[in-house]
């Protein structure tokens, strides 16, 4: 495939786990300079070293709470200003608990809400308004099969989610007439540190998410993100949904192990 990426410049948030550091990894892989945020600085500068060494590109790390508008404020446009970001992976985000709306936890939903929705949108302010003086840009957000069908317990994971959907609508209302594209990855199940972060660390729980088939993983959402990011320019993947084989929808997944 021809490689139309290569030193290109990509920010992307939550890159010290899962899906965000999978891409990370096949960026850097195809010559792309890298921005890497999270919240884990030693799994980042890791990784950082790792890439440099390896794939010959130049990252820059920055340790970012997506939530934390004053730092994104801060610290994300000197870094922007140096180094102007192509692509922006709106990767950070997690899904806290399973409880009934009713039994839920307001603290945990702020936490959902204010990463998954507000972090993101802190984040893309700043990224689009250059991109759009640069008249272009790519913006790849990971949303989730939990933002199209809500399951029992989802309830707040699953509005952000779908939240995530609408937003990359409306921003591609926004950039009518420029060549920024902008797009959702919608995946299913995927082995990372998600249902770890869902779970509160109940090795249990988490491995019974994961039971009786093969999960995505990582690398197949980085795959898929590859294959957008690197789609000619007048292509715009605008949504993407992917699942493991077993699963054709959040309800209906064949637990069986035959697949
Ligand atoms: P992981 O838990 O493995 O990774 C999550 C990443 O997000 C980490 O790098 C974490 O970094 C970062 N992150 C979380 N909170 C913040 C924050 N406040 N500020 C900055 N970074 C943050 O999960 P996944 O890789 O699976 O999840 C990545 C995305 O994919 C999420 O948006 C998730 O909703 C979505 N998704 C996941 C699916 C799955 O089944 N795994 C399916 C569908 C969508 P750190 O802790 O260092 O800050
Ligand atoms: C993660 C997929 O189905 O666990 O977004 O919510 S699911």
Redesign the pocket.
């Given at each position: 495939m021809t490689n139309r990426i290569g030193g290109k410049t990509a920010l992307v948030?939550?890159?010290?786990?899962?899906?965000?550091?999978?891409i990370a990894r096949r960026l850097a892989a195809a010559g792309v300079h890298l921005i890497l945020?999270?919240?884990?600085t030693q799994?980042?500068d890791a990784l950082a070293r790792e890439l440099e060494d390896r794939e010959a590109v130049a990252v820059t790390t920055l340790r970012?709470?997506?939530?934390?508008r004053e730092a994104v404020e801060r610290e994300l446009p000197p870094i922007l200003e140096k180094s102007p970001v192509d692509i922006l992976v709106?990767?950070?985000?997690?899904?806290l608990g399973l409880e009934p709306l009713d039994k839920g936890s307001v603290e945990e939903w702020e936490?959902m809400i204010?990463?998954?929705i507000k972090?993101l949108l802190y984040v893309t302010r700043l990224v689009m308004g250059r991109m759009r003086e640069r008249n272009r840009g790519h913006i790849l957000n990971?949303?989730?099969?939990?933002g199209e069908v809500a399951y029992p317990g989802g309830n707040v994971?699953c509005a952000?989610?779908a939240a995530?959907h609408m937003l990359t609508e409306a921003m591609n209302a926004d950039v009518l007439g420029t060549r920024i594209r902008i797009g959702t990855?919608?995946?299913?199940?995927?082995?990372?540190?998600?249902?770890?972060?869902r779970f509160g660390g109940d090795k249990t729980k988490r491995d019974a998410?994961y039971e009786g088939y093969t999960?995505?993983s990582?690398e197949d959402?980085a795959d898929l993100a590859l294959y957008i990011l690197n789609a000619p320019e007048h292509v715009n993947i605008q949504h993407a949904r992917i699942m493991p084989t077993a699963q054709r929808n959040p309800y209906l997944l064949d637990r069986d192990g035959t697949i």
């Open positions: 948030t939550g890159a010290t786990a899962g899906i965000g550091e999978a945020t999270g919240r884990r799994r980042l970012l709470d997506v939530r934390d709106n990767n950070a985000g997690l899904a936490r204010d990463t998954n972090g990971l949303g989730s099969i939990a994971y952000t989610k995530v990855i919608a995946p299913g199940a995927v082995d990372t540190e998600f249902s770890d972060v998410v999960p995505l990582a959402i």
